[in-house]
């Protein structure tokens, strides 16, 4: 799969109309707000990042009209799936195009000229900075941070920082608790948007 | 792949920091797909990431990192909230034991010293000994030693074997907390000598440190040049 729209997308992006367009990308924001700003702040360009998302709804809702995803439940992992490749092959062509990585100043000056989005990140923020606030020691915040933000292997963290394994263990799994129970606590939940998104194209 | 697996390794981030191999990837694609409650945790996962990174780029990220005083962590503001009135009158009293305790002179809030004699305790008198410990070069370790802290204040005997033999023979000892990957120093003291083992003997006051890893370095006053440092990890 390639960021290169494919004929059979291209018609479905053409069927909706600017409403229909607005109302997925409403969608997307509540839905997926995650992965939409996971997106971003990876590929650091709000216009493909939004694109790629775009792309991936757009592929899954295809595929489950034409009968390659059978049962309806499945297209929310179908979406991660299929955004998931576009932002891998994204990353594999960015090591030859350095040139189209935006700098951080760019990066905040969309931030502030997109409301919704900056928003949708404020929200994001505020909900991890609850978490990392809430972990009792400074130690404790540097795992989380060196595993979720700087992506580094267990291993090594358990290594550099002589931790145990469950130690570890603990401390990510009392994260991710306290980010399940601040998002259930808004209401976060998949409920009816692919309903609402099939009607979308039909 | 199953539940079991996918938590044990860590693989809802694992798979968004794109870090699986083939073989997970595929796996746990196959299994998110036919188990669409997973999608909540990578969503979950997601938020924590994208999280993280916007409070990177905001600069928020490096003061949530940095040890917070006891009177700022959030425990004792959620104690505070349930038992303010009781936490209030604690606290008083408090302070009132406190300064009747402390109407002698006393020392000292000071970490480090060259006798043991210098280390005081509330009432002003000297802290019972502790432990003994030996600080030298230990290739290969990350941490070069650690100490386990009493549960009331001691004097820690520390003795330290500088890597550069320096003349005249006089060092200097200074005690760093590791922040992240910034070093704060805590505390320092001068005019120290070798025993005949060629080792240089400081103390520590037990009460004055935290669980962590510090660093300890020594260096020869005329020479900062010779400076060895030691990584250190205190726990309880």
């Not at chain 2, 036919?34 to 928020?60: F, I, N, S, W, Y």
């Not at chain 2, 990192?65 to 009293?93: E, H, M, N, S, V």
Request: net charge neutral.
């Amino acid at each position: 799969m390639d960021l290169q729209q494919t004929h059979e997308t291209s018609v479905i992006r053409d069927t909706a109309g600017d409403e229909d367009r607005t109302r997925l990308d409403a969608l997307i924001s509540s839905n997926y707000p995650g992965l939409r700003s996971l997106i971003f702040r990876t590929v650091r360009d709000r216009a493909l990042a939004h694109d790629l998302l775009n792309e991936a709804v757009v592929i899954a809702c295809e595929h489950y009209r034409s009968g390659r995803i059978a049962q309806r439940d499945r297209i929310a992992g179908y979406v991660y799936q299929v955004a998931m490749n576009l932002l891998r092959n994204y990353r594999r062509k960015l090591s030859e195009r350095e040139d189209r990585r935006a700098g951080l100043q760019a990066l905040e000056l969309l931030a502030a000229t997109d409301i919704d989005y900056e928003r949708l990140e404020s929200q994001i923020a505020a909900r991890v900075r609850d978490i990392v606030e809430d972990l009792p020691t400074a130690r404790d915040r540097e795992i989380v941070t060196r595993f979720y933000l700087d992506e580094d292997e267990k291993e090594t963290i358990c290594l550099d920082l002589g931790l145990t394994h469950l130690h570890f263990d603990k401390v990510i799994h009392r994260a991710r608790k306290r980010m399940k129970s601040l998002l259930e606590a808004q209401g976060f939940r998949k409920g009816d948007f692919f309903a609402v998104l099939l009607s979308l194209f039909g | 792949m199953n539940r079991e697996y996918i938590n044990d390794h860590h693989i809802v981030a694992r798979y968004l920091a794109q870090r699986l191999s083939d073989a997970e990837r595929s796996a746990f694609e196959a299994y998110f797909l036919k188990h669409p409650e997973m999608v909540e945790e990578l969503e979950e996962a997601a938020q924590l990431k994208a999280g993280l990174m916007r409070l990177r780029d905001t600069g928020e990220l490096e003061s949530l990192l940095k040890p917070k005083p006891w009177y700022r962590q959030r425990r004792l503001y959620d104690l505070r909230g349930r038992f303010g009135g009781t936490l209030a009158a604690a606290a008083i009293l408090g302070v009132s034991a406190f300064l009747w305790l402390n109407r002698h002179p006393v020392a000292s809030g000071q970490w480090l010293a060259p006798t043991p004699a210098s280390l005081l305790g509330p009432l002003g008198r000297p802290l019972p000994a502790g432990g003994t410990y030996t600080i030298l070069r230990t290739r290969g370790e990350s941490t070069d030693l650690d100490i386990e802290l009493p549960a009331s204040a001691q004097t820690l005997a520390l003795r330290v074997l500088p890597e550069t033999m320096a003349q005249p023979a006089v060092y200097r000892v200074t005690l760093y907390a590791v922040d992240g990957t910034e070093l704060h120093e805590v505390a320092t003291v001068a005019g120290l000598t070798p025993a005949d083992d060629e080792f240089v003997p400081v103390f520590l006051d037990s009460s004055q440190v935290k669980q962590g890893r510090y660093r300890l370095a020594i260096e020869s006053e005329g020479s900062p040049a010779s400076r060895s440092v030691f990584a250190l990890r205190f726990s309880r």
